[in-house]
């Protein structure tokens, strides 16, 4: 196991009515003027928005709107939700939403206490300072609830890129299991594929010696295994929503992820789709990953095997371990087709001829040196092999 630090303030209150109580987190966490922060409307349309908004009159916190959040946060929108801050003097920004608001809430919270422009921080500049945080969360996917990180898309040149800092961990998190039975199946999905992607990533280590985190990351699999059917079939089951909403953010919060190196290289590839088709992160997700440990199977072909045998229940062939790690991918890929995510470039909506477009962004965009490094590092070539892959 490698040397690490673990920093993770986040107060989470999880349960049942508990956005109810938003208003005197916020107090609690030294806020007396408040962005809030959402997205299309479905917090509007659950009345989520007006239930938050009572709890901090009852507080009696003054407090802004700034809704219209996309899926895939743009740039402009944070650039809009700075200025507000500014102006208005406010000291707490509060994310009502999914892994997109609570992201684009980051941005306008480091932001606004920085003298340049906010997407340094989006090209490798580590967030120091921002306002506090604190979100409610409503899908249980990304995992922004616990993490230092933010993902946004810069509308010139379309570049989604993420940013880290410990000052952008949220002070408090709200997580209602019961606020997430709204969404579509489609959205749960893709919530289930990201959930898994994250402890995918964090799996494929080359450090060695990492049994606790290991075996962490193979319970959160198999809890995500058990649970993701159950939702799709029953969206009011609570209780499966109840866990999945936790794996979630232990999935992230980098608990499973300490002491070894990480890959994140399926989630690079991914964004550029999300960033150029406008997909669900979570859907590009499931087209991406088999392809990619397919691709990589053989710098450690016993790590593919391991997660097939004790999360896949796949038999260990000794002989040709090949076999039991190739077992397990197609496992995972049959698994997100079961739930209803799309397998290739064109139930993804993603086309063949942009593979050369998507390569030169990935490998060469914002400074990169033609390469993407993780588990393995890949080449342009590589990269465009992948994504033929998916096609
Ligand atoms: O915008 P509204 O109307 O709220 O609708 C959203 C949106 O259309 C809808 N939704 C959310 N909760 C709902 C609901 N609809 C009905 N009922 C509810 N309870 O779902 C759609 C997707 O929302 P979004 O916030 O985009 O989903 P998610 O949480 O998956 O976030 C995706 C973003 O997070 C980034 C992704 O790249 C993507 O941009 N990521 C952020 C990470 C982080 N900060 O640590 C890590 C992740 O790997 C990921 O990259
Ligand atoms: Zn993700």
């Given at each position: 196991m490698d040397n690490f630090t673990f920093y993770s303030p986040t107060f989470f209150?999880?349960?049942?009515?508990?956005?109810?109580?938003?208003?005197s987190y916020v107090k609690k966490f030294g806020g007396t003027k408040v962005l809030i922060h959402y997205g299309g409307g479905?917090?509007?349309?659950?009345?989520?928005?007006?239930?938050?908004?009572?709890?901090?009159?009852?507080?009696?916190?003054?407090?802004?709107?700034l809704g219209g959040v996309k899926p895939n946060p743009r740039s402009g929108l944070v650039y809009e939700g700075i200025d507000i801050c500014r102006k208005e003097g406010v000291d707490f920004v509060l994310a009502v939403g999914g892994g997109s608001v609570i992201d684009s809430s980051k941005a306008i919270a480091a932001g606004t206490v920085y003298d340049g422009d906010f997407w340094d921080f989006y090209?490798?500049?580590?967030?120091?300072?921002?306002?506090?945080?604190?979100?409610?969360?409503?899908?249980?996917?990304?995992?922004?609830?616990?993490?230092?990180?933010?993902?946004?898309?810069?509308?010139?040149?379309?570049?989604?890129?993420?940013?880290?800092?410990?000052?952008?961990?949220?002070?408090?998190?709200?997580?209602?299991?019961?606020?997430?039975?709204?969404?579509?199946?489609?959205?749960t999905a893709?919530?289930?594929?990201?959930?898994?992607?994250?402890?995918?990533e964090r799996y494929l280590t080359n450090t060695t010696e990492v049994e606790v985190t290991d075996r962490l990351i193979e319970a959160l699999l198999l809890t995500m295994i058990h649970e993701g059917p159950r939702v799709i079939e029953d969206p009011d089951h609570y209780e499966a929503r109840a866990n999945i909403m936790w794996a979630g953010m232990m999935a992230h919060n980098n608990a499973v992820g300490v002491g070894r190196s990480q890959d994140w290289?399926?989630?690079?590839?991914?964004?550029?789709?999300?960033?150029?088709?406008?997909?669900?992160?979570?859907?590009?997700?499931?087209?991406?990953?088999?392809?990619?440990?397919?691709?990589?199977?053989?710098?450690?072909?016993?790590?593919f095997a391991?997660?097939?045998?004790?999360?896949?229940?796949?038999?260990?062939?000794?002989?040709h371990p090949e076999v039991t790690a190739l077992a397990?991918?197609?496992?995972?890929?049959?698994?997100?087709?079961?739930?209803?995510?799309?397998?290739?470039?064109?139930?993804?909506?993603?086309?063949?001829?942009?593979?050369?477009?998507?390569?030169?962004?990935?490998c060469r965009g914002?400074?990169?040196?033609?390469?993407?490094?993780?588990?393995v590092t890949l080449t342009e070539e590589d990269c465009t092999k992948i994504y033929q892959m998916m096609v």
């Open positions: 209150v999880f349960g049942r009515d508990t956005e109810k109580e938003a208003g479905s917090v509007v349309r659950s009345g989520l928005l007006d239930r938050v908004k009572a709890s901090l009159d009852r507080e009696a916190i003054p407090y802004l709107i090209n490798g500049k580590y967030i120091e300072e921002a306002l506090p945080v604190g979100t409610i969360l409503t899908i249980a996917a990304a995992g922004s609830e616990g993490s230092p990180d933010s993902v946004i898309t810069k509308e010139e040149g379309m570049f989604k890129r993420g940013a880290t800092g410990n000052a952008i961990r949220p002070r408090f998190s709200i997580l209602n299991p019961a606020l997430t039975q709204t969404l579509p199946a489609f959205q893709a919530g289930i594929t990201d959930i898994m992607a994250h402890l995918y290289n399926s989630h690079n590839i991914e964004h550029e789709l999300s960033a150029l088709y406008d997909c669900a992160h979570g859907a590009g997700l499931a087209v991406t990953m088999p392809a990619v440990f397919r691709y990589v199977m053989n710098h450690n072909v016993m790590r391991q997660v097939a045998v004790r999360v896949w229940g796949c038999q260990m062939d000794f002989a397990g991918i197609e496992a995972l890929r049959h698994f997100l087709k079961s739930i209803g995510m799309p397998g290739n470039f064109a139930e993804l909506g993603a086309k063949e001829e942009d593979i050369p477009k998507l390569v030169e962004v990935l914002d400074g990169r040196q033609g390469s993407i490094s993780g588990f």
